[in-house]
């Protein structure tokens, strides 16, 4: 046994690396929202690469462990609590059974992750544990059990610490979208100069930029799209796709965000302003 689900707070699943193997059929990629984030979860445990890990949304999630392990909650800040009592996030936290672990709040960034030494156990589907509602389960419910090997003995030494300057900065860097010569030169100058800001539509599947665009460009033949692909609707909206988001998609393709850039924006909450930096596809910082 691992541990249960005592309340499931919001969006709470377990996600790793993604699934590229189902793409060919239609199935999302998903994996972590924010991967940096996720793999330094897994890092400070000396855990394997691709390891699941519980991702959860803001506030709520309160685990029961039923054995004994090593675990991290992976956040830019947070208050979380193990039996009542405070204790650090990004840490290595030892854990017998019978304890709980509880996220009261972030109070910086919207999505935390928590991992446990070795990485939760469930079944692979098409290289990967992660959560998709037309593969396995949408996300955790009350009472749901996560199966995980008990660990006892030492942490080890020292262990890595979270560059929190990573999650500072509010310029997402962007390649230019298959359709993005088709804008008129002024969208071409308000993409590269203006400010934007996230609306309060966001999930796993896309986050809404507040701010419209006026949009004379045609829909589209649908075309392949992945998370980053910044979409531009008839209406001026942009809607960036996110991790669970479609493989396919009918709307002009105006932006590419970089892997980094999607990590950085997922953890942005409403109203955030942000812009855009565009740069060449050989640039990338991962």
């Known amino acids: 046994m691992g541990l249960i689900i005592k309340t499931p707070g919001l969006y709470s699943t377990l996600q790793d690396e ?15 929202m924010d991967l940096h984030l996720y793999r330094f979860a897994n890092q400070i445990l000396d855990n394997p690469e691709g390891c699941a890990c519980i991702e959860f949304f803001q506030q709520g999630l309160e685990l029961e462990l039923g054995v004994p392990t090593f675990l991290c909650v992976a956040a830019i ?3 979380i609590t193990l039996n009542e009592a405070k204790v650090d996030v990004n840490s290595i936290l030892k854990a017998k059974a019978g304890d709980v672990l ?14 446990v030494r070795e990485g939760f156990e469930s079944r692979s589907l098409l ?7 037309a593969l396995n389960k949408h996300r955790f419910e009350k009472n749901d059990k996560v199966m995980f090997s008990d660990f ?12 929190v300057d990573y999650y500072k900065g509010s310029t997402l860097d962007v390649y230019k979208g298959p359709e993005f010569h088709k804008l008129s030169e002024t969208l071409q100058y308000q993409l590269r100069n203006a400010k934007f800001s996230l609306s309060k539509s966001q999930n796993r599947m896309a986050y809404e930029i507040s701010e419209r665009l006026g949009n004379e460009l045609e829909e589209i033949v649908t075309g392949p799209v992945l998370p980053g692909t910044v979409q531009f609707t008839p209406e001026g909206k942009m809607i960036v796709l996110m991790r669970d988001a479609q493989v396919t998609g009918g709307y002009p393709r105006i932006l590419q965000l970089s892997e980094s850039a ?10 955030t302003r942000f812009s855009f930096n565009l ?3 050989n640039s990338e910082k991962i």
Request: glycine fraction near 18%.
């Open 18 to 32: 993604g699934r590229r193997e189902g793409m060919p059929q239609g199935i999302p990629i998903s994996g972590a």
């Open 152 to 163: 006892e003995g030492e942490s080890g030494g020292d262990y890595p610490q979270l560059d």
């Open 262 to 271: 999607i990590n950085l924006l997922s953890q942005m909450r409403t109203k």
């Open 127 to 133: 290289g990967s544990q992660s959560f998709y509602k």
């Open 102 to 115: 509880a996220i009261k709040e972030l109070t910086k960034g919207s999505w935390g992750y928590v991992a």
């Open 279 to 281: 740069t060449e596809i």
């Open 77 to 79: 800040g947070g208050v």
